[in-house]
């Protein structure tokens, strides 16, 4: 068995995967009379021909040590995941590796911050790490298949 520790996560080591929809450092523009800031186009929806459509996800939190057995990929859209709740959980994603994953990473994504995978990028469920959490997400929907799983030998992430 496998086992891989949990890294921080930053733009720089998640940009092969896709990208952190977070505030920027600063603004593009204020919005609303001022009293908004707009952090403008963090991330782009890849739709194929499909339709880009927004659901909710709610999924029952792990504990670590966690055991990684299944991985997924959307090859047809990206999938944006951004959690409405106050915890961090945990990413875990893998390069292509001649159609199938390579060595999975897994990246700590604190409270407050979403990401968005591109494309075809293998990828873990979610995994909230207190509690149970909601996460808005934007993906595709429409015709092909879009959905690939794989049982991959046991994967243990630890803190």
Not at 25 to 35: E, F, M, S, V
Not at 97 to 118: K, R, S, T, W, Y
């Amino acid at each position: 068995m496998t086992t891989i520790r949990i890294q921080p996560i930053t733009a720089a080591a998640f940009a092969p995967f896709g990208e952190l929809l977070c505030a920027k450092a600063a603004p593009d523009k204020l919005i609303n009379q001022g009293r908004c800031e707009r952090h403008h186009a963090l991330a782009t929806v890849q739709r194929g021909d499909g339709e880009a459509i927004i659901s909710l996800f709610r999924s029952e939190a792990v504990s670590l040590p966690y055991e990684c057995t299944l991985l997924e990929r959307h090859p047809l859209g990206s999938q944006a995941f951004m959690p409405l709740g106050p915890d961090p959980w945990l990413s875990v994603v893998a390069p292509d590796e001649d159609g199938m994953p390579g060595q999975p990473l897994a990246f700590l994504v604190p409270a407050g911050m979403g990401i968005n995978l591109h494309a075809g990028i293998w990828h873990g469920v979610l995994t909230p790490l207190e509690n149970p959490a909601d996460f808005l997400v934007v993906d595709r929907e429409g015709d092909g298949v879009n959905l690939q799983e794989v049982l991959i030998p046991a994967v243990t992430i630890t803190a």
